[in-house]
């Protein structure tokens, strides 16, 4: 199994423990400190509101990109909480991955009754 597969599954395992925990209907930030927590206590290393900057044609801007969180270096998990993801959620997580130079990214949404019903993991 490839690293990035293992941390992926590590990830929507600590994912489903929140979700068992806490259920639906919280604030997203709410959802990102529990998950960092479970996977640290899962002794997963996982960065919280990753700064990523931005170029355009070899100009850097002003507004870097935030993501939700870097898990082991490897893996970027955009958290949601709203009430379908919608394809610019989708989009969001493919522009992080193509601008950080990430190759895996987790759409999380926490806001449904079954957790995996909330989840898109995209490679690109």
């Given at each position: 199994?490839?690293?990035?597969?293992?941390?992926?599954?590590?990830?929507?395992?600590?994912a489903?423990?929140?979700?068992?925990?806490?259920?639906?209907?919280?604030?997203?930030?709410?959802?990102?400190?529990?998950?960092?927590?479970?996977?640290?206590?899962?002794?997963?290393?996982?960065?919280?509101?990753?700064?990523?900057?931005?170029?355009?044609?070899?100009?850097?801007?002003?507004?870097?990109?935030?993501?939700?969180?870097?898990?082991?270096?490897?893996?970027?998990?955009?958290?949601?909480?709203?009430?379908?993801?919608?394809?610019?959620?989708?989009?969001?997580?493919?522009?992080?991955?193509?601008?950080?130079?990430?190759?895996?990214?987790?759409?999380?949404?926490?806001n449904?009754?079954?957790?995996?019903?909330?989840?898109?993991?995209?490679?690109?």
């Open positions: 199994m490839l690293e990035s597969e293992w941390i992926s599954k590590s990830i929507i395992g600590a489903i423990a929140v979700h068992r925990h806490l259920g639906p209907g919280l604030l997203e930030r709410i959802y990102l400190d529990a998950l960092c927590y479970e996977m640290s206590c899962s002794g997963l290393a996982a960065q919280s509101e990753v700064l990523v900057p931005v170029t355009y044609r070899g100009h850097r801007l002003g507004a870097p990109l935030r993501m939700d969180l870097l898990v082991e270096e490897t893996v970027i998990v955009e958290i949601k909480s709203v009430e379908s993801l919608l394809p610019v959620h989708e989009s969001q997580l493919i522009s992080y991955l193509r601008l950080s130079g990430f190759k895996v990214g987790l759409l999380i949404n926490f449904v009754s079954k957790l995996t019903d909330g989840i898109l993991r995209r490679v690109v």
